[in-house]
């Protein structure tokens, strides 16, 4: 059962980059990384999944290197509304951990 | 389209009462779950479904009966409700059972128990 760990909180200003990163050193071989969005008063959301190198889509970027023990989530010129807690989760037993807080700030 | 409905979006129940929450998918997924959260926690898993006349119990499923009723709806019963289930509820559905099948959310049931 892979653990992952990121951090509590994170702050950040509009217009810059946010990365945050996870370590999941136990990942297993057939273990995907699936990172999610959850802001107040909804439930999650589903931004980004990759297995291995880079992965892009509109909204996120996931970098994850060859050894796979980490992943870092990357978020393009965040705004306030990218205020919401991340998610990190790479095992087939859905385990869904305390997340990253992230703030934007003006 | 409606995606992953949950009902009630709010209930206050006495301790000792019980209560059905019901979830519904229109996505025709054949996996469903119900998590709770507690303020400042992550999502806990409380029971799943993998598919339709199946289901097993996740991390927390101490007080909790659930139901898949058909491939679209999953129930979760509360038997006899104690304080310490007030939490918010969220429902979830994925094409098949497994964490590298991305999920649904619904917007939750905020349950309070006095």
């Known amino acids: 059962l892979a653990k992952t760990t990121q951090p509590i909180s994170m702050d950040s200003y509009e217009g810059q980059e946010v990365n945050i990163t996870c370590s999941h050193n136990?990942?297993?071989?057939?273990?995907?990384i699936t990172w999610y969005q959850q802001f107040p008063s909804q439930g999650p959301r589903f931004i980004i999944q990759g297995y291995k190198t880079k992965v892009t889509n509109e909204v996120a970027s996931l970098f994850i290197p060859a050894d796979r023990k980490s992943s870092t989530l990357s978020l393009p010129r965040v705004s306030l509304s990218d205020t919401a807690v991340y998610y990190c989760?790479?095992?087939?037993?859905?385990?869904f951990g305390k997340g990253t807080r992230l703030h934007i700030l003006p | 389209n409606a995606g992953v409905t949950q009902t009630p979006k709010f209930q206050v129940l006495k301790t000792g009462q019980s209560m059905t929450l019901q979830c519904a998918q229109d996505m025709n997924h054949n996996s469903m779950y119900w998590y709770r959260q507690d303020p400042g926690m992550g999502l806990r898993l409380i029971y799943y479904?993998?598919?339709?006349?199946?289901?097993d119990k996740g991390e927390v499923p101490n007080g909790y009966n659930v139901s898949r009723l058909n491939k679209r709806e999953f129930s979760l019963r509360l038997e006899s409700a104690a304080p310490s289930q007030t939490s918010v509820y969220f429902c979830?559905?994925?094409?098949?059972?497994?964490?590298?099948?991305?999920?649904?959310f619904g917007d939750g049931t905020r349950l309070s128990i006095l």
């Open positions: 136990n990942i297993a071989t057939n273990d995907y």
């Open positions: 979830a559905s994925s094409e098949a059972a497994g964490g590298y099948q991305p999920q649904h």
């Open positions: 479904s993998a598919s339709e006349g199946t289901t």
């Open positions: 989760l790479v095992d087939d037993k859905i385990i």
